[in-house]
C-alpha cells in the first residue's frame, strides 16, 4: 500500500472488506510500506485481486515471519493489527440521494464495500442498533436547512427540501425541523456512547455539536422555523454536551453561508495550489487507533474545501485527537475522539478530490483517482470497527 507498490489504493480496502465477509482474518500492517494488508493466500483472492485492479505480491511463510518480526521490534514505529469481521455499514442520507451526492458513498460504492441507508425515521426507532459503522451525509442538525437561504431561497430545490423536511417533521410528532433535527442527533449521541462509530464530514460534523450544544434554545430565526430565535441564544450554549467542539460563536445571520466561527472557511488566506494538510505521527504500538485512521502513502494530502471546510484549532476540546492540521492557518482538518464506548471521527470538506464543489458540480470520477490519500482517510475508518480493540494511551 505503498505510493509506489499499488496501483489501486482504494479498491484494496474492498478486497480487505470483501475477505473479512468470508470469515477469515487480515492483518493490516500499520506503518508497514503504506498501511499494507496481509491476506490469506488462496487463488480466489488471487483471482480477484486481478479482477479488482489491486496490486498484491505473493510471499513465503518465510518471508511473511521476517516482516511480522521486523514490525514487532521496539525499534520500529510498526504494528500488526489483526482485523476479524466485516463492519455493518450504514449511511445517514436523505431519501433520494445519489451516492455520487457524497465523499463516503461515492468511495463505499468505487470500492464494493456494502452499506444500507438510514434516515430520521429508521434512527429514531432505533435503527442504528444494526450497524458498527455510521457516516453523517452532509446534513444540518440545527434546523437551518444548511444556511442555503441567503443564496438559495427562491430556487425550486430550497422550497421543495425544505418542504419534504417539514413534512417528515410533523409525520414523526414534531412541531419544527429544528426538534426533530435535534431528537436524532441524540439518538445518534447514544449510539457512539452504546459503543458505535460515527464518522461525519462537511457540515455533519459541526451543525451535529451545535446541535447538541443547543438542546433546550431556539438558535433559528423565523424563515427557518417560523417564530423568533432567543435573543440570548449564545449565552445559554452547553459545550459540555458537544462531542468536539467547543468556546464558539454561532453565525446569527441568517444570510451568511456558516454555522459558527468553528468552521474556517472564511477565515482561510490560502491559495489552492499550496492547500495541503499534514497528517499526524502516532505510537503503533502505544495509540494504534489513530496510527490506523493516518494510515496512508504520503503524509501530506492536498486539502479541499466544503461548507464546513476545516475547524478552528482553538476550538476543539482537549481531549480531542488532532491527526490532520495545516498548523501554519492554526485549522485542523481531521479529527477522532472517544464517547462513552464509543469513537468518532470528524473530517472537515466535502470532496477530497474536488477542491471546491459547488450546487450542482459534476461527480467525481474515482476511476481518476484511484490513490487518493484523502480518500484513503474515509476507508481507515471504515475498516477501523474490523480491528480488535487494544487501549488506547494517549
Avoid at 485481486?49 to 521490534?73: M, Y
Avoid at 432505533?126 to 452532509?138: A, N, T, V
Avoid at 430565526?221 to 459545550?239: L, T, V
Amino acid at each position: 500500500m505503498d505510493a509506489d507498490g499499488q496501483k489501486n489504493h482504494l479498491k484494496a480496502y474492498g478486497l480487505t472488506y470483501w475477505i473479512l465477509t468470508k470469515e477469515q482474518k487480515v492483518k493490516w500492517l500499520l506503518n508497514y510500506r503504506g498501511g499494507s494488508f496481509l491476506l490469506p493466500d488462496s487463488e480466489e483472492i488471487q483471482r480477484e485481486c486481478q479482477i479488482r485492479g489491486v496490486s498484491f505480491e505473493v510471499i513465503s511463510n518465510a518471508k511473511t515471519e521476517q516482516i511480522l518480526e521486523e514490525i514487532s521490534s521496539p525499534s520500529q514505529n510498526m504494528e500488526a493489527v489483526v482485523l476479524e469481521k466485516a463492519p455493518k455499514v450504514a449511511v445517514y442520507t436523505p431519501k433520494g440521494k445519489l451516492p455520487w451526492d457524497d465523499a463516503v458513498t461515492m468511495v463505499l460504492e468505487y470500492a464494493e464495500i456494502p452499506y444500507e441507508t438510514v434516515y430520521d425515521e429508521e434512527v429514531l426507532n432505533d435503527g442504528l442498533l444494526l450497524f458498527d459503522w455510521l457516516h453523517l451525509h452532509h446534513e444540518d442538525f440545527t434546523g437551518q436547512y444548511g444556511k442555503f437561504y441567503g443564496a438559495y431561497k427562491a430556487t425550486s430545490w430550497y422550497i421543495e427540501e425544505k418542504k419534504e423536511a417539514e413534512t417528515l417533521a410533523t409525520k414523526l410528532g414534531y412541531n419544527k425541523v429544528s426538534e426533530e433535527k435535534l431528537a436524532v442527533a441524540l439518538k445518534i449521541r447514544d449510539y457512539v456512547i452504546g459503543g458505535g462509530f460515527m464518522f461525519a464530514m462537511c457540515s455533519a460534523t459541526d451543525s451535529f455539536d451545535i446541535a447538541l450544544a443547543a438542546e433546550g434554545v431556539d438558535i433559528c430565526e423565523p424563515m427557518f422555523d417560523g417564530d423568533a430565535s432567543d435573543a440570548r441564544y449564545q449565552n445559554k450554549i452547553d459545550y459540555n454536551r458537544t462531542f468536539a467542539f467547543t468556546d464558539f460563536t454561532l453565525e446569527r445571520s441568517p444570510t451568511i453561508y456558516e454555522f459558527s466561527s468553528i468552521d474556517m472557511t472564511r477565515k482561510r488566506m490560502i491559495h489552492s495550489s499550496v492547500d495541503y494538510f499534514s497528517l499526524m505521527e502516532f505510537s503503533a504500538k502505544w495509540d494504534p487507533i489513530p496510527t490506523m485512521l493516518c494510515q496512508n502513502h504520503t503524509a501530506l494530502v492536498k486539502g479541499f474545501m466544503g461548507q464546513t471546510t476545516a475547524f478552528s484549532r482553538d476550538e476543539i476540546k482537549s481531549n480531542v485527537l488532532v491527526m490532520g492540521e495545516n498548523k501554519a492557518n492554526g485549522e485542523a482538518k481531521y479529527i477522532h475522539g472517544i464517547k462513552g464506548k464509543g469513537f468518532f471521527t470528524f473530517y472537515g470538506g466535502h470532496d477530497p478530490e474536488d477542491y471546491q464543489h459547488r450546487v450542482g458540480d459534476a461527480k467525481t470520477e474515482l476511476d481518476l483517482h484511484p490513490n487518493s490519500p484523502g480518500y484513503r482517510l474515509i476507508l481507515n475508518n471504515i475498516l477501523f470497527p474490523a480491528a480488535k480493540k487494544k487501549k488506547q494511551k494517549t
